[in-house]
């Protein structure tokens, strides 16, 4: 369960120092592979973590003890480092910039490695270029809060598996695989964003990656989603688009979020809308949308004496879905939604879908037409949502809630 790394020295004698962070207690010993002394480490600054190598050539350096963090961060001799062959538990709490930068570094392997404990890995394996075995399925990231820039311009790496991460508390996930230029299989579906305030230029780079999954991810709390597919146009199949689509956009999101993703296009067949309006009427038989060009073109939600009625007219081939409950009154509270398309409509009234209609075989094209909310009404309008997006019966069901 040591901590086992090798490297190569070029010149002889050569000196090599392991860097560290003022963090943590160090009571470790190192063997520098070399038939030496061990040296006992009791300090992040120890004078004992610099050894001299009289010939040059490839060591293997054993770590063991407690260890809480090493820190090249682009600096100090990260060039030769080789291989990681163990992480190990040495007691592990922080992995920030720990091997950023070495980019002679092929093959990392976390084996029997204890990471429970560390709370901050970013830009651990950042322009780690040479980087193309690595193996990190032991980690365990529940404590991690941060993995922005963790594997920013591993340009070598063409998999990752990342699917065993815990990142239930990671609030930042910025460029975490920016510039990863070769990777091209990702399986993100497991990851739980619903903390994440900040997911600028995540796949920036990312120009080999496809096939994507990250459509059921919670992005309530994400306030920068700047460049965050840039210049990776392959990484969303147009189903997964439209997915990302329909389920984000029923979620409560932050306001005044630009998303950037790619060149990623969604489905024009079946095109799609889905219209919310939430209010109280006083009376009944009312117009609350009317999006009308002609008596042949027009979608609208419309209150009866008692249920609501949601229909569409393409090219004078009406459509019509009719149900729910409603009791005129003096201002009485109604929450309904409906989904239109070129092969369905659908509406839902306080939290129920009703039975959808698939004869419609177009939808009406209202691009160009003004839309009349409350067109006759009499009560108020608390709420009104419109998506370009068929957001499903479910989707419905939650928008009308």
Not at 157 to 181: A, E, I, K, P, R
């Amino acid at each position: 369960m040591a901590f086992v790394f090798k490297v190569t020295t070029t010149t002889s004698p050569q000196t090599f120092t392991i860097p560290c962070q003022n963090i943590g207690t160090f009571n470790a010993t190192v063997d520098w592979g070399d038939g030496g002394p061990t040296s006992s480490i009791t300090a992040y600054n120890d004078a004992d973590l610099a050894h001299s190598y009289a010939t040059a050539g490839q060591y293997t350096i054993t770590i063991t003890g407690t260890f809480p963090n090493i820190y090249f961060n682009y600096g100090g001799d990260r060039l030769l480092v080789d291989e990681v062959v163990d992480l190990g538990d040495v007691g592990w709490t922080r992995l920030n910039g720990a091997f950023n930068g070495c980019s002679n570094m092929t093959v990392f392997d976390g084996g029997t490695t204890d990471t429970s404990s560390v709370t901050n890995m970013g830009s651990m394996l950042a322009n780690c270029s040479s980087l193309t075995s690595l193996n990190i399925t032991s980690f365990n990231t529940s404590s991690v809060t941060n993995i922005s820039f963790m594997f920013y311009n591993c340009s070598s790496l063409t998999s990752l598996d990342v699917s065993g991460f815990d990142t239930s508390s990671v609030t930042n996930t910025s460029y975490m695989f920016s510039n990863s230029s070769s990777l091209t299989s990702l399986d993100l579906s497991s990851f739980d964003t619903s903390s994440v305030t900040n997911m600028q230029s995540m796949f920036q780079g990312c120009s080999s990656l496809t096939g994507l999954q990250i459509s059921g991810w919670d992005v309530s709390s994400v306030t920068n989603g700047t460049n965050f597919l840039s210049d990776a146009n392959n990484a969303l199949s147009q189903a997964e688009y439209d997915a990302i689509l329909k389920n984000w956009s029923l979620q409560p999101v932050q306001s005044g979020v630009t998303w950037h993703f790619g060149d990623a296009v969604y489905s024009a067949d079946p095109i799609a809308v889905s219209i919310k309006i939430d209010g109280r009427m006083t009376g009944d038989t009312y117009t609350l949308t009317r999006w009308y060009e002609d008596a042949d073109n027009y979608i609208v939600q419309e209150a009866g004496a008692s249920d609501f009625d949601f229909e569409q007219s393409s090219a004078a081939v009406v459509d019509t879905v009719t149900g729910g409950s409603f009791t005129s009154g003096i201002l009485v509270p109604y929450t309904i939604a409906s989904r239109h398309g070129s092969t369905f409509i659908n509406g839902a009234v306080d939290g129920t879908a009703l039975t959808a209609d698939t004869t419609p075989t177009s939808l009406p094209d209202l691009s160009a037409t003004d839309l009349n909310l409350g067109y006759v009404y009499m009560g108020t309008i608390k709420e009104f949502a419109i998506w370009n997006v068929d957001l499903t019966d479910a989707g419905i069901e939650e928008a009308s809630s």
